[in-house]
């Protein structure tokens, strides 16, 4: 069964202060990993979309990188206004169907 | 730029009711989805569709039905709502292999 899963569940960091968010997947043929941020009472927005082990994906203080086993969000000198749910989700093989993680609520403070 | 739009942001039903939430998207995606999204648990598939009349069983089908007469419109149908369907549904539309559009969501809570 294809899974994924994010750490940390929650991440607090103060404005400026550097860090990654991980996504592990167990999904049978990738075919795509996606990066999701989601604001509280609203829908999932697109981030970045990886497909093959070794590429990454660039947007402001935001980067994307993805191995053959997991994905990393980096988050360079974070704004109280990156605060949000940062999703995972992995298409395997012969399907359309996403599989999400359970997010990583990040809290940036000033 | 996609629009995936869901009927309703809030909705109260009553137990026992049979509720309709309906999802239109504008980009002539052949793929929709429906999930629903509760703490702790993240966003789990309903079921989705990738044609018109086709769909597909997700992760926890039960106690809902779906239908997609026509390609842009795709309806999630509560039989027989119960209190544990309490939660936030999220409606999704993509072309094939590439990334997901979705809606805003609908926060349903049955009592």
């Known amino acids: 069964e294809d899974q994924v899963t994010q750490s940390p569940e929650a991440l607090r960091l103060q404005e400026g202060e550097s860090s990654s968010l991980n996504c592990s997947y167990t999904v049978s043929g990738l075919r795509g990993l996606f990066w999701y941020r989601q604001d509280p009472g609203k829908g999932p927005e697109f981030l970045f979309t990886?497909?093959?082990a070794g590429e990454e994906k660039e947007k402001e203080r935001l980067k994307a990188t993805l191995t053959k086993k997991e994905s990393f969000l980096h988050i360079t000198a974070p704004k109280p206004e990156d605060s949000a749910t940062y999703l995972c989700a992995g298409r395997g093989g012969g399907s359309e169907k996403l599989v999400f993680g359970k997010g990583t609520k990040l809290t940036v403070n000033p | 730029d996609v629009k995936v739009t869901q009927s309703s942001r809030y909705l109260v039903k009553r137990t026992g009711e049979k509720v309709f939430l309906e999802c239109v998207q504008d980009?002539?995606?052949?793929?929709m989805f429906w999930y629903r999204q509760d703490p702790g648990l993240g966003l789990r598939l309903i079921y989705f569709s990738y044609d018109v009349k086709m769909k597909e069983k997700g992760d926890i089908p039960e106690g809902y039905s779906v239908s997609r007469e026509k390609k842009e419109r795709f309806s999630l149908i509560l039989e027989s709502a119960s209190t544990n369907q309490t939660s936030m549904y999220l409606c999704?539309?993509?072309?094939?292999?590439?990334?997901?559009?979705f809606g805003q969501g609908t926060r349903l809570t049955v009592v």
């Open positions: 999704a539309s993509s072309l094939s292999r590439v990334r997901a559009f």
């Open positions: 990886l497909y093959s």
């Open positions: 980009m002539d995606h052949e793929n």
